[in-house]
């Protein structure tokens, strides 16, 4: 059977069910034992769903994690006896959500062990905060002849604003390539530096294989040469403990809905000298600290960068985020991950016919995968059908994509909460899906 012949039932509507008991493969792995992730579990109503009558297992984090009850809990307080605009009254309610959004703008602070609260930019994701830098500082600073550099990995977010700004200005991309195991060659990144080297735009982990690029050695390396280094953490914050003082990177982008918060909501650090020696990105309400029709003057950092009524709600969502994150800890979090992901490559690669993509030696738990014959949009309707969420696709990162000859991978992403058991249910799913085409 080829792609074309196979026709794929929608799923019917997710049903509520109790917990799915879980046979585990983890007697071998007491760290994954003592990290109690069925505990966690129970924390995230979505996570007991049925799809079509199977259990869901969720293996799409990269693009979206899911929300434990303590943040849903903290949105439906901030609703029914909170809400008001911030920053613009004496009353009650003004007064109480705007303590709650500079509170979370702290709890972000610590998150990240940013020197200042005012180092943290509420953006309405990674894509925003990018943007933001590129605004904000590329076309204030960046020149015709200016370079950029950019690598092979990045998200099209981190590519498009930094070509838009080259065809406005004259500066010119260049990319770091990688090799075959999605690596980053840090020798050709050092020779691509020169007087015109302006800003390195880098990823710290890579959305479509996991790849964890050593960043702090390339920050040290741009700083060496005078160039500024923005980060994109939108798949590290989520996986990994981030400190952007010891990174000493210059600007670091996230967003809140892969790290258990809410959409509409994301982070951009930036050192402060550096934001306040920027140009705003957008105009209105709050960024001022007056205007008159012949003249603005801007408000101080942060609010300089957040013009408008900001997405208060889902600020101090992503506070309790943050709080629900820091609880379990980060390292715990990592080495569940890590378990995770030896394991599931282990089984993968016992599987004939699959093939990883991305098999770098630091990596989080992100596999990228094609499966001999089956185009992975087939792999992914049929791992739907047995309840397995994975995304297809390129991912955001065609020129990735076109370094490996392929159209699109299949790809599994973990969070804390997935199970070794979900693991065996992705590898029997994909089992499945070469038996239905062989
Ligand atoms: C590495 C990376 N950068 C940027 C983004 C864009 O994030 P957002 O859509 O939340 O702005 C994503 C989203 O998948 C990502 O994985």
Redesign the pocket.
């Known amino acids: 059977m080829n792609a074309s012949q196979t026709t794929l039932a929608r799923p019917s509507a997710p049903v509520l069910m109790q917990p799915a008991s879980v046979v585990t493969t983890a007697s071998t792995m007491p760290a994954v034992e003592r990290f109690d992730v069925q505990r966690l579990r129970a924390d995230f109503p979505i996570l007991q769903l049925e799809i079509d009558g199977k259990p869901l297992v969720y293996l799409d984090n ?2 979206s994690s899911q929300m434990p009850q303590q943040v849903i809990d903290r949105l439906v307080r901030y609703q029914t006896s909170e809400h008001a605009n911030i920053n613009r009254a004496v009353h009650y309610l003004s007064e109480t959500a705007t303590a709650g959004y500079e509170a979370a703008r702290r709890k972000l602070q610590r998150f990240i062990n940013a020197a200042e609260e005012r180092e943290v930019i509420f953006t309405s ?4 905060a990018i943007n933001l830098v590129m605004h904000g500082y590329g076309r204030k600073f960046i020149k015709a002849g200016d370079e950029i550099i950019l690598t092979t990995l990045e ?1 099209h ?2 590519i498009v604003p930094w070509q838009m700004l080259a065809e406005e200005t004259g500066a010119k991309i260049r990319v770091v390539p990688i090799n075959d195991a999605g690596e980053l060659l840090i020798e050709d990144y050092e020779s691509l530096f020169n007087e015109r080297t302006r800003l390195v735009g880098v ?1 710290h982990v890579s ?1 479509a294989l996991g790849s964890i690029n050593p960043i702090r050695q390339m920050i040290a390396f741009a700083h060496a040469h005078g160039a500024l280094v923005l980060v ?1 953490g ?2 590290a914050v989520p996986h990994l403990q981030v400190d952007v003082q010891d990174l000493d990177c210059d600007f670091y982008a996230f ?1 809140g ?2 790290l258990c918060g809410p959409t509409g909501i ?1 982070v951009l650090y930036g050192k402060a000298a550096l934001l306040e020696a920027m140009q705003p990105f957008k105009g209105g309400g709050d960024m001022i600290s007056s205007v008159t029709f012949e003249k603005t003057t801007y408000n101080t950092i942060p609010h300089k960068f957040e013009a408008g009524t900001p997405p208060i709600a889902a600020a101090i969502g992503l506070g309790a985020a943050v709080d629900y994150l820091s609880a379990i800890g980060m390292d715990a979090i990592a080495a569940h991950e890590l378990e995770l992901l030896r394991y599931a490559t282990v089984q993968m690669l016992s599987l004939p016919g699959v093939r990883i993509i991305g098999t770098a030696k630091h990596k989080a738990a992100v596999i990228s995968f094609t499966v001999d014959g089956v185009h992975p949009h087939d792999v992914g309707t049929l791992l739907n059908q047995e309840g397995v969420a994975v995304r297809t696709g390129h991912h ?1 990162a065609q020129p990735l994509m076109q370094r490996f000859k392929l159209p699109a991978t299949s790809r599994a992403s973990f969070a804390f909460y997935n199970t070794l058991a979900e693991v065996d249910a992705l590898i029997a799913g994909i089992r499945s899906v070469q038996k239905v085409f062989s």
């Open positions: 990269a693009a994701g990674t894509t925003d998200h977010s981190n990823m959305n994109d939108a798949q967003s809905h892969k994301g955001c």
